[in-house]
């Protein structure tokens, strides 16, 4: 079955066209890209025509070059051409629909039709020789295999069935299939005559794409990376080695070449359109221009009041949990344990100490409550006594620990124990209260929900990822019924092919007289019934708004569960829902001293040379006044006058836990950064986190934040939100106003429609918006990007090559569009790279006083395996560092994040910093970035990023000389933020 669209139509979806009523203006600016990152191209029959798919429009181009004419929009994420055997049609796979499929349409860019439809990814088509068929690659068996579709009739066939992945098919001129294969037996290219039967012609454990037959059908051309170096490579089909047709110096793109002649051929590489010729080392460039639209919104960013004392209703309400009587709800707030009684609406606060409680498990018979804490320096199970009011160690784990839940009969507690070496990974262990000890269960989980047992104990019950190949890391949350005993696990579904909620504390959670499983799904809470492991009827929604965090009451007639902002709980008898009054605020803590700082140098955001022997006049949580020193002032002075003052660093790209504990706010300070920006987190968690920080009940940073990350069908995160178009994302984007985001992160899987719908309604709310794509994202506003790679649902970068090099379009569709990135430059080895570089790295205070002695060699062993994995991953780091002095040069706006904590906080800033100035960008440039132009990337320039008169007081004294020696930012003396002192040495101090 296929569809077809009017190009008219899509074309009036495309960027820059604003829904009339907005209240923002879209600016377009035309660009003309000479260069492209990652893109592939397709030679017609008569040999004078090639189409590209250059940031996902496709173009033709006459085989001279020129200038090229898009045939497409820019929704739809074109790939990978291919033309028809007589020359009139071209197939792609495009993700305009939230999937990839197969896409044809006429060389004139008329009659759109889409081929492959469903839940499954098809890509890399290739029209067989007879043009009757389009072979392709395909998820639809579990794993990549190679399938067909029949033009006349849609009829699907699928042509390899090994458990490894097969894909990029390629069809010789007399109808034999080459293809790569992951075969455990022998992985490289493989071919498959007309009767199906296989053979391997290229062996190889390195990485292979795209093979291409040569006319005659003796040869294949093909790509491959080896060492970290991508080439083009060609072979006969009769056996023997291959040989390299490509430069050393020059960076193959993983696509399919195209020949012009028995001896001629095109191919992408290092920018530019190639030709070469057999026998030859050098190759022509094929010059192309094509013109794109880059536009920004123009629109009232969201108002911030700082200076406000006014108390307000908490927010940050976590993990919500109903006592077996029905009487009572304990949740954590402000990092503490409450208990609310019902009928009233002032709860009860249990602890009340600068550390961090959370995840409250009340016990089956209602006296006590598990709960995790890091109170004992790490995260660790602890039980309250509810008579007596007395906490016990329970288990004092190694590592962290999250989510108790007790077992029907009471005796045991079910938990995860994180991972350190890898990042939200984590074993399923069971405590036995009687023996104190602990038994692993199932591993390794990633990211997976809160187990929930069965009334008989013999089963737990999560939700947890899986994926639809392992060529690719996304998929769908399913339900993971777990044997206890037999430590075994079966997936099972209550919608196939459909993500419930956020995983979390979203469920599925079972009933206490075990007849159903309690989930979200959609954003909604619902139900289902089960009985023997098995899902036994239909679904049944209970409610219309935002719910999670759920929780059953003994009787299993009630659910208790968040709605954004409000706490109630749903009769599953009649389905009537009752909302509970909820008496507990906060307030943001404001100083009231006045004082001043003498200071000997003043970096102030703006200026490349410090001001010298000045006074910081600060009331109140503001700077007053800077003047000339007086050394006559009356009053409080810190003296800093053998020190230099600059403003507080921000961490422009985090994902914080509470699992971290109390001591990563001190931490985050210590390195002298006094805001951070959370680009994706679990909602209540960063809220709780924000309001503990601002009321001063734990030290820490600002935090400017984003909620879950808005993706598409499918997702990888646990925090990751499966949208789609409709009432869902609509309720998704109201609760980011009524939590107060500072951002919206839309993820790699969310289709440009739908993140040009989440752009409009976040700009019409003064949100930012960033994302990992660049392009159509700089065409229809989007704020801000985040990494120079990263993931992509392509499997590839277009922002980065394999050898680490983004080209022309990369640099101008950034600089010129306004979008601003933070590259993460130190994920993508500059923290290694300089952790090889510099013996004395870790020699810093804070380290010291955060880290282990093992950090230093995990750290090390981590950088060692991405090594092996890609020995280039050090040795080009060098064009990362000249990718964002380009950018820079271009009149981009660059700002650095780290995407910690994958790796280590705090300390990767100034690694990110570092790696920026050894790459050639200037010192004040790096602390520009990481004051000034941050600040005014999340908005809030007119407040925070430099020291001026009426601006924050977000203050660092250091010693030494940070705009010669960007080192120097280490060595923090004196941290203030929101005019509130701290000193270095009670930074480093664990909390009592």
Same mark, same amino acid.
């Given at each position: 079955?296929?569809? *077809?669209?009017?190009?008219?139509?899509?074309?009036?979806?495309?960027?820059?066209?604003?829904?009339?009523?907005?209240?923002?203006?879209?600016?377009?600016?035309?660009?003309t890209?000479?260069?492209?990152?990652?893109?592939?191209?397709?030679?017609?029959? +008569?040999?004078?025509?090639i189409?590209?798919?250059?940031?996902?429009?496709?173009?033709i181009?006459?085989?001279?070059?020129?200038?090229?004419? $898009?045939?497409?929009?820019?929704?739809?994420?074109?790939?990978?051409?291919?033309?028809? $055997?007589?020359?009139?049609?071209?197939?792609?796979?495009?993700?305009?629909?939230?999937?990839?499929?197969?896409?044809?349409?006429?060389?004139?860019?008329?009659?759109?039709?889409?081929?492959?439809?469903?839940?499954?990814?098809d890509?890399?088509?290739?029209?067989?020789?007879?043009?009757?068929?389009?072979?392709?690659?395909?998820?639809?068996?579990?794993?990549?295999?190679?399938w067909?579709?029949?033009?006349?009739?849609?009829k !699907?066939?699928?042509l390899?069935?090994?458990p490894?992945?097969?894909?990029?098919?390629?069809? *010789?001129?007399?109808?034999?299939?080459?293809?790569?294969?992951?075969?455990?037996a022998?992985?490289?290219?493989?071919?498959?005559?007309?009767?199906?039967?296989?053979?391997?012609?290229?062996?190889?454990?390195?990485?292979?794409?795209?093979?291409?037959?040569?006319?005659?059908?003796?040869?294949?051309?093909f790509?491959?990376?080896?060492?970290?170096?991508?080439?083009?490579?060609?072979?006969?089909?009769?056996?023997?080695?291959?040989?390299?047709?490509?430069?050393?110096e020059?960076?193959?793109?993983?696509?399919?070449?195209a020949?012009?002649?028995?001896?001629?051929?095109?191919?992408?590489?290092?920018?530019?359109?190639?030709?070469?010729?057999?026998?030859?080392?050098?190759?022509?460039?094929?010059?192309?221009?094509?013109?794109?639209?880059?536009?920004?919104?123009?629109?009232?960013?969201?108002?911030?009041?700082?200076?406000?004392?006014?108390v307000?209703?908490?927010?940050?309400?976590?993990?919500?949990?109903?006592?077996?009587?029905?009487k009572?709800?304990?949740?954590?707030?402000?990092?503490?344990?409450?208990?609310?009684?019902?009928?009233?609406?002032k709860?009860?606060?249990?602890?009340?100490?600068?550390?961090?409680?959370?995840?409250?498990?009340?016990?089956?018979?209602?006296?006590?409550l598990?709960?995790?804490?890091?109170?004992?320096?790490?995260?660790?199970?602890?039980?309250?006594?509810?008579?007596?009011?007395?906490?016990?160690?329970?288990?004092?784990?190694?590592?962290?620990?999250?989510?108790?839940?007790?077992?029907?009969?009471?005796?045991?507690?079910?938990?995860?124990?994180?991972?350190p070496?890898?990042?939200?990974?984590?074993?399923?262990?069971?405590?036995?209260?009687?023996?104190t000890?602990?038994?692993?269960?199932?591993?390794?989980?990633? +990211?997976?929900?809160?187990?929930?047992?069965?009334?008989?104990?013999?089963?737990?019950?999560?939700?947890?990822?899986?994926?639809?190949?392992?060529?690719?890391?996304?998929?769908?949350?399913?339900?993971?019924?777990?044997?206890?005993?037999?430590?075994?696990?079966?997936?099972?579904?209550?919608?196939?092919?459909?993500? $419930?909620?956020?995983?979390?504390?979203?469920?599925?959670y079972?009933?206490?007289?075990?007849k159903?499983?309690?989930?979200?799904?959609d954003?909604?809470?619902?139900?289902?019934?089960?009985?023997?492991?098995?899902?036994?009827?239909?679904?049944?929604?209970?409610?219309?708004?935002?719910?999670?965090?759920?929780?059953?009451?003994?009787?299993?007639?009630?659910?208790?569960?968040i709605?954004?902002?409000?706490?109630?709980?749903?009769?599953?008898r009649?389905?009537?829902?009752?909302?509970?009054?909820?008496?507990?605020t906060?307030?943001?803590?404001?100083?009231?001293?006045?004082?001043?700082?003498?200071?000997?140098?003043?970096?102030?955001?703006?200026?490349?040379?410090?001001?010298?022997?000045?006074?910081?006049?600060?009331?109140?949580?503001?700077?007053?006044?800077?003047?000339?020193?007086?050394?006559?002032?009356?009053?409080?002075?810190?003296?800093?006058?053998k020190?230099?003052?600059?403003?507080?660093?921000?961490?422009?790209?985090?994902?914080?836990?509470?699992?971290?504990g109390?001591q990563?706010?001190?931490?985050?300070?210590?390195?002298?950064?006094?805001?951070?920006?959370?680009?994706?987190?679990?909602?209540?968690d960063?809220?709780e986190?924000?309001?503990?920080?601002?009321?001063?009940?734990?030290?820490?940073?600002?935090?400017?934040?984003?909620?879950?990350?808005?993706?598409?069908?499918?997702?990888?995160?646990?925090?990751?939100?499966?949208?789609?178009?409709?009432?869902?994302?609509?309720?998704? !984007?109201?609760?980011?106003?009524?939590l107060?985001?500072?951002?919206?992160?839309?993820?790699?899987?969310?289709?440009?429609?739908?993140?040009?719908?989440?752009?409009?309604?976040?700009?019409?709310?003064?949100?930012?918006?960033?994302?990992?794509?660049?392009?159509?994202?700089a065409?229809?506003?989007?704020?801000?990007?985040?990494?120079?790679?990263?993931?992509?649902?392509?499997?590839?970068?277009?922002?980065?090559?394999?050898?680490?090099?983004?080209?022309?379009?990369?640099?101008?569709?950034?600089?010129? *569009?306004?979008?601003?990135?933070?590259?993460?430059?130190?994920?993508?080895?500059?923290?290694?790279?300089?952790?090889?570089?510099?013996?004395?790295?870790?020699?810093?205070?804070?380290?010291?006083?955060?880290?282990?002695?093992?950090?230093?060699?995990?750290?090390?062993?981590s950088?060692?395996?991405?090594?092996?994995?890609?020995?280039?991953?050090?040795?080009?780091?060098?064009?990362?560092?000249?990718?964002?002095?380009?950018?820079?040069?271009?009149?981009?706006r660059?700002?650095?994040?780290?995407?910690?904590?994958?790796?280590a906080?705090?300390?990767?800033?100034?690694?990110?910093?570092?790696?920026?100035?050894?790459?050639?960008?200037? $010192?004040?440039?790096?602390?520009?970035?990481?004051?000034?132009?941050?600040?005014?990337?999340?908005?809030?320039?007119?407040?925070?990023?430099?020291i001026?008169?009426?601006?924050?007081?977000?203050?660092?004294?250091?010693?030494?000389?940070?705009?010669?020696?960007?080192?120097?930012?280490?060595?923090?003396?004196?941290?203030?933020?929101?005019?509130?002192?701290?000193?270095?040495?009670?930074?480093?101090?664990?909390?009592?």
């Amino acid at each position: 079955m296929t569809k *077809s669209i009017g190009l008219l139509a899509l074309l009036f979806l495309s960027f820059g066209m604003g829904v009339s009523g907005q209240d923002f203006k879209s600016d377009l600016t035309k660009i003309t890209l000479t260069e492209g990152t990652n893109f592939a191209l397709a030679l017609s029959p +008569d040999k004078q025509t090639i189409a590209f798919d250059l940031q996902g429009t496709l173009w033709i181009l006459p085989i001279g070059g020129g200038k090229a004419v $898009p045939i497409s929009d820019a929704l739809g994420d074109i790939r990978q051409p291919a033309w028809s $055997p007589d020359g009139q049609k071209l197939a792609f796979q495009s993700y305009r629909d939230g999937t990839y499929h197969i896409w044809t349409v006429n060389k004139n860019g008329t009659g759109l039709n889409q081929v492959t439809t469903g839940v499954y990814d098809d890509r890399e088509p290739y029209w067989s020789p007879d043009g009757n068929h389009i072979a392709f690659s395909s998820d639809r068996s579990g794993n990549y295999d190679i399938w067909h579709v029949e033009l006349a009739s849609g009829k !699907l066939k699928q042509l390899t069935t090994d458990p490894a992945n097969d894909y990029f098919p390629a069809y *010789s001129p007399d109808g034999r299939l080459a293809y790569v294969s992951e075969r455990k037996a022998g992985g490289g290219i493989y071919v498959q005559n007309a009767n199906g039967a296989e053979k391997l012609l290229v062996s190889s454990k390195e990485k292979l794409a795209s093979p291409s037959w040569h006319p005659s059908g003796k040869w294949i051309i093909f790509n491959s990376v080896t060492q970290g170096e991508s080439t083009l490579d060609f072979v006969q089909t009769g056996g023997g080695e291959w040989q390299t047709l490509s430069r050393p110096e020059e960076d193959v793109f993983p696509f399919r070449a195209a020949w012009i002649s028995e001896n001629e051929y095109l191919y992408t590489s290092s920018g530019q359109i190639k030709k070469g010729k057999l026998g030859e080392k050098t190759s022509t460039d094929i010059s192309f221009e094509a013109q794109v639209n880059v536009g920004r919104h123009t629109y009232a960013r969201k108002k911030r009041d700082f200076d406000s004392e006014k108390v307000k209703p908490m927010l940050g309400i976590r993990n919500p949990v109903v006592s077996p009587d029905r009487k009572q709800i304990a949740f954590t707030a402000l990092g503490d344990l409450y208990l609310l009684t019902k009928g009233t609406a002032k709860p009860l606060q249990l602890t009340d100490d600068k550390f961090i409680e959370i995840d409250p498990a009340w016990s089956p018979d209602g006296k006590q409550l598990a709960y995790a804490s890091d109170r004992n320096g790490n995260s660790d199970l602890w039980v309250r006594d509810l008579a007596t009011g007395q906490d016990k160690l329970l288990l004092d784990a190694k590592h962290a620990i999250k989510y108790p839940s007790w077992s029907a009969d009471g005796s045991q507690i079910a938990y995860y124990e994180s991972d350190p070496k890898g990042w939200l990974r984590t074993s399923l262990k069971i405590l036995d209260l009687k023996t104190t000890k602990s038994e692993l269960v199932y591993a390794p989980l990633f +990211d997976a929900s809160q187990p929930s047992w069965s009334p008989d104990g013999k089963s737990i019950i999560l939700s947890a990822l899986q994926p639809y190949s392992t060529r690719y890391r996304e998929g769908v949350s399913e339900f993971l019924l777990i044997n206890v005993k037999e430590k075994t696990g079966d997936f099972i579904a209550p919608v196939a092919e459909r993500t $419930p909620a956020a995983r979390g504390k979203n469920g599925p959670y079972w009933s206490p007289d075990g007849k159903s499983l309690a989930y979200g799904l959609d954003g909604y809470l619902w139900t289902v019934p089960i009985e023997a492991g098995k899902l036994t009827g239909t679904p049944k929604q209970w409610t219309r708004e935002l719910s999670e965090g759920f929780s059953w009451t003994a009787d299993s007639e009630h659910i208790v569960f968040i709605a954004t902002d409000a706490l109630k709980q749903v009769n599953l008898r009649d389905g009537k829902q009752e909302t509970f009054s909820l008496d507990l605020t906060w307030k943001t803590q404001q100083p009231k001293e006045h004082y001043a700082i003498h200071a000997g140098k003043v970096f102030d955001g703006k200026s490349e040379k410090y001001q010298e022997n000045v006074d910081i006049l600060i009331e109140g949580n503001r700077i007053r006044k800077i003047e000339p020193h007086n050394a006559l002032r009356k009053g409080k002075v810190i003296d800093a006058s053998k020190s230099v003052v600059i403003p507080g660093l921000f961490e422009m790209h985090t994902h914080q836990s509470a699992l971290a504990g109390e001591q990563l706010g001190r931490l985050w300070l210590s390195y002298g950064i006094t805001s951070t920006r959370e680009p994706g987190t679990e909602p209540f968690d960063v809220v709780e986190r924000k309001e503990s920080w601002e009321s001063g009940r734990r030290k820490g940073p600002r935090t400017f934040y984003a909620g879950a990350l808005m993706d598409g069908n499918r997702i990888y995160y646990g925090l990751a939100v499966s949208n789609r178009a409709g009432a869902q994302l609509d309720q998704e !984007l109201k609760r980011s106003v009524r939590l107060g985001y500072d951002m919206i992160k839309t993820y790699v899987r969310m289709p440009d429609s739908l993140q040009k719908q989440v752009t409009e309604f976040a700009h019409r709310n003064g949100i930012p918006v960033s994302s990992h794509e660049i392009f159509p994202a700089a065409g229809y506003g989007v704020d801000a990007v985040e990494h120079i790679g990263a993931t992509s649902r392509r499997g590839y970068s277009t922002k980065l090559s394999a050898e680490n090099n983004s080209y022309q379009d990369v640099v101008q569709i950034i600089a010129k *569009s306004g979008l601003n990135i933070t590259p993460t430059a130190s994920l993508h080895g500059g923290l290694h790279y300089l952790i090889n570089k510099d013996t004395a790295f870790f020699d810093n205070r804070q380290f010291q006083s955060f880290y282990s002695k093992e950090s230093i060699q995990e750290l090390r062993e981590s950088g060692e395996l991405r090594l092996k994995t890609n020995p280039a991953f050090l040795t080009s780091f060098g064009n990362i560092q000249k990718t964002l002095k380009a950018i820079l040069a271009a009149g981009g706006r660059v700002t650095p994040g780290t995407d910690s904590p994958i790796i280590a906080p705090g300390v990767s800033l100034h690694a990110e910093l570092q790696s920026w100035v050894d790459g050639g960008i200037t $010192p004040f440039q790096a602390l520009r970035s990481a004051t000034l132009w941050s600040a005014e990337a999340v908005g809030v320039g007119d407040d925070l990023g430099s020291i001026e008169a009426g601006k924050l007081a977000d203050l660092i004294i250091l010693d030494g000389d940070p705009l010669t020696n960007i080192k120097d930012l280490l060595n923090v003396k004196t941290v203030i933020k929101n005019g509130i002192v701290s000193d270095i040495n009670a930074l480093l101090n664990r909390a009592k």
